[in-house]
């Protein structure tokens, strides 16, 4: 199952996100990925793995698991590398070892300071608070974006963390439009406004944390996962599926592609079984009942600053 961009190229509507991978344990989860179904992908250049992802891809391919072409690779562009734009492309292709990207997005709608291209710092200044690079504008990140599809890198764009009025200004000042808008969204956390206003002009949602984050968020921003929710645990009974499955199914009832991770193969195999039923219309009313506008991913406990402020 997959979601039609507005440029026609097609994104599988679940993906695996690989932030927090590492070592052999990514070329084991790419590997067995690609055997229970997986096609679609989603890196970034400050997961600090993509040549461990590339090393894995580079086996699947030489072992003929699977084509470059049947698979959707996702990157990411950092924040420190807004004004390096092609040259932090070309770097994250060489560590993936592929031709092109799929679709590469920019990764957070700020530029900071630059220190060296791929090695996705965050600059803080000398009073705690992350280094942002007041001279570099979003438009102009977008338009070296654009270069990167007429040079045949990549072939979809897209932003990622940008809410309606940065969308909105992207969309105005764009000659290609963006593909995609990666996003935080999960039953606690619905954004409904925001999905609605990228789908009405052609944009594609993902979320990402579309479990609410899980363990990973729990550990690092003491957060609250959405996978305890008693009224979710009920529709799991109810559909004798996993919470998990519930919330996941829930996502692409939405319409947006769901990139969870998971480096577990019993998890990775039970994410991906999410087309074999269907939550009721009063199901999904049931679920928007339980948002609580609440963000799980919080950046600021690392920046000194909150940009969602």
């Not at 309606?164 to 963006?178: E, G, H, M, N, Q």
């Not at 009832?253 to 991906?272: H, M």
């Amino acid at each position: 199952m997959a979601i039609a961009l507005n440029n026609g190229f097609k994104m599988p509507i679940v993906g695996l996100g690989v932030w927090r991978m590492e070592g052999k344990e990514i070329r084991d989860l790419i590997v067995n990925s690609i055997k229970l179904g997986y096609r679609h992908f989603d890196c970034a250049a400050d997961y600090k793995n993509e040549a461990e992802v590339g090393e894995a891809l580079a086996e699947a391919f030489k072992g003929g698991l699977v084509k470059r072409e049947d698979l959707f690779i996702t990157t990411k562009l950092w924040n420190s590398d807004h004004g390096h734009v092609v040259e932090a492309c070309k770097d994250s292709l060489k560590k993936l070892q592929l031709d092109y990207l799929d679709l590469y997005l920019v990764h957070f709608p700020v530029a900071t300071k630059h220190t060296g291209v791929g090695a996705t710092d965050s600059a803080l200044g000398e009073d705690g608070v992350l280094d942002i690079d007041t001279t570099i504008s979003l438009e102009t990140t977008w338009h070296a974006m654009e270069d990167l599809v007429s040079m045949g890198l990549v072939r979809s764009i897209g932003i990622s963390n940008y809410d309606i009025f940065l969308t909105r200004d992207c969309l105005a000042y764009s000659k290609v439009k963006p593909a995609v808008n990666q996003i935080e969204t999960h039953p606690y956390f619905q954004r409904d406004s925001l999905v609605k206003f990228c789908q009405k002009h052609g944009i594609c949602v993902t979320a990402h944390t579309p479990l609410g984050g899980g363990v990973a968020n729990t550990e690092w921003f003491d957060t609250v996962s959405c996978l305890d929710d008693p009224v979710l645990k009920g529709l799991a009974e109810k559909y004798k599926k996993t919470v998990a499955q519930i919330v996941l199914r829930w996502g692409i009832q939405r319409n947006t592609a769901v990139i969870p991770k998971s480096a577990k193969i019993e998890r990775l195999k039970e994410n991906f079984e999410v087309f074999d039923f269907e939550l009721s219309k009063e199901d999904m009313d049931l679920v928007k009942g339980l948002d609580r506008n609440y963000r799980t991913n919080q950046p600021a406990k690392f920046w000194g600053v909150n940009l969602y402020a």
